[in-house]
């Protein structure tokens, strides 16, 4: 884990389509070659979170849960206009080393054109990038959901600040 890490940014949403208007936002900041890992428990949102980070890089796809996948690969346009990808990857069905090794998680995380969102990351432990960014996704309502979003890193500290602002400067 990073000694960088920075305080965290909380914030509550009121239906999916509002996480995923929270995701776009944050999509839109993120730089190529980032890993975001993604954290909650089963029905948290956190495929409703990556869907609108697909929607902020353009992809077009529908994005599912990749959970039979493990990998769902989309391509789209970063903010600068040029080609990026997103690996969505799901690691709920991983049981353990081996599995993550087969499944080739350091070429996706390796990826300088790629951005890397991943579900269930506490079952990756060590293969984990010692910067990241975390979303935690807390059930706390029917539709209403609890978002902690911690850089472990300066680049994602970076983009927290920025995002931040946004957020709180729009309201």
């Known amino acids: 884990m990073s000694t960088a890490r920075r305080p965290a940014f909380d914030t509550i949403t009121h239906s999916p389509e509002q996480t995923r208007q929270l995701a776009a936002t944050l999509g839109r900041m993120m730089p190529r070659g980032s890993v975001v890992l993604l954290s909650g428990e089963i029905g948290a949102g956190k495929t409703t979170f990556a869907q609108g980070f697909a929607r902020a890089l353009k992809t077009g796809d ?7 996948t493990i ?11 040029e080609a990026v990808r997103l690996y969505h990857i799901d690691l709920y069905r991983l049981e353990g080393d ?30 984990l990038p010692e910067d990241y960014l975390l ?37």
């Open 62 to 68: 529908h994005v599912q849960s990749p959970t039979f």
């Open 71 to 81: 990998v769902s690969e989309h391509r789209g346009t970063g903010t600068d206009g």
């Open 98 to 127: 081996s599995d993550l090794t087969s499944v080739g998680l350091d070429d996706y995380l390796d990826d300088p054109d790629g951005v890397s969102l991943i579900e269930w990351p506490e079952r990756a432990g060590p293969y």
């Open 135 to 171: 979303v935690e996704l807390t059930p706390v309502a029917d539709e209403k959901r609890s978002l902690r979003i911690t850089p472990c890193g300066d680049v994602y500290r970076d983009v927290v600040d920025r995002f931040r602002g946004e957020v709180v400067g729009g309201r």
